[in-house]
C-alpha cells in the first residue's frame, strides 16, 4: 500500500531563502508525481509534474527533483516570498488511476 | 479557458440528508476525480469517471455514488450523511488517454454537516 510522508509538517522562514520541502513514498512503482500548492480554504493549484521517467522539472523559480529508486521528491523554491506561503502537497500515482496526496507542508515566509 | 468549476461553493445539511455536487471539467478534460479533504490532511481519493463509467474507486462505503454526463461534467452524491461527512470536497479533471495524467482542481465545495 502507498503511502506518502512529507517533512517538515510546517515551515517558517525570512523572505529571500532559499528552501526545500521534502515528499518521501513507499512503493517506487510510480507513473508520476505532482505537487500542488493550496490556499487556506481553496482548491488545489498544480505546479509541476514529473512523470516516472523523469529526474526533474523546472517552472521559474521552482523546481522538482524526482528520485525512484530511494522514493523522495524535493521541491526547491528559490528566492522565497510572502506570497509562497501555503501549504504545499504532493501526490504520487502508482499503476491505478488514484493520486495518494501527503499531509502537506505548511509554509510561511516571513516579510 | 473557465477551467474546474464546482457548486455550490458551501452547503450545510442535517445528518441523514443526501447532498449532491456538482463538477465541470477543464476544456478539453474528459475524466473527472473526486476527492474527500478533511481539515488539516491531503485530499483522500473517492472515485474517478471516465466515459460515464466508474474507472477506479477510493475506500469510501457505498454511501458516495457518482455519475458523469455525456458532456464530462459529473456529480457526487452522498447519502445518509453523517457529522464525519463534514469536509472540503474537491473535483480533479484530466485527460484520460494521454500518458502526462496531470490534475487540474477546482476550488471545492465545504460541507458542514449539523
Known amino acids: 500500500k502507498q503511502e506518502v510522508t512529507q517533512i517538515p509538517a510546517a515551515l517558517s522562514v525570512p523572505e529571500g531563502e532559499n528552501l526545500v520541502l521534502n515528499c518521501s513514498f513507499t512503493d517506487s512503482a510510480i507513473y508520476n508525481l505532482q505537487w500542488f500548492r493550496q490556499d487556506p480554504g481553496k482548491g488545489l493549484t498544480s505546479l509541476l509534474l514529473?512523470?516516472?521517467?523523469?529526474r526533474e522539472q523546472t517552472s521559474g523559480r521552482l523546481n522538482a527533483s524526482l528520485d525512484k529508486s530511494s522514493g523522495r521528491s524535493t521541491l526547491y523554491i528559490a528566492a522565497s516570498q510572502p506570497g509562497d506561503s501555503a501549504t504545499y502537497l504532493c501526490?504520487?500515482?502508482?499503476?491505478?488511476?488514484?493520486?495518494?496526496f501527503g499531509t502537506g507542508t505548511r509554509l510561511k515566509v516571513l516579510a | 479557458d473557465a477551467g474546474v468549476t464546482q457548486s455550490p461553493t458551501h452547503l450545510i445539511k442535517t445528518r441523514g440528508q443526501q447532498v449532491t455536487l456538482r463538477c465541470s471539467p477543464k476544456s478539453g478534460h474528459d475524466t473527472v476525480s473526486w476527492y474527500q479533504q478533511a481539515l488539516g490532511q491531503g485530499p483522500q481519493f473517492i472515485f474517478q469517471?471516465?466515459?460515464?463509467?466508474?474507472?477506479q474507486r477510493g475506500n469510501f462505503p457505498d454511501r458516495f455514488s457518482g455519475h458523469q454526463f455525456p458532456n464530462y461534467s459529473s456529480e457526487l452524491n452522498v447519502n445518509a450523511l453523517l457529522l464525519g461527512d463534514s469536509a472540503l470536497y474537491l473535483c480533479?479533471?484530466?485527460f484520460g488517454q494521454g500518458s502526462l495524467d496531470e490534475q487540474y482542481f477546482g476550488p471545492g465545495t465545504r460541507l458542514t454537516v449539523t
Open positions: 514529473i512523470q516516472s521517467s523523469q
Open positions: 480533479a479533471s484530466s
Open positions: 501526490a504520487v500515482r502508482g499503476g491505478t488511476y488514484k493520486y495518494i
Open positions: 469517471y471516465y466515459e460515464e463509467e466508474e474507472r
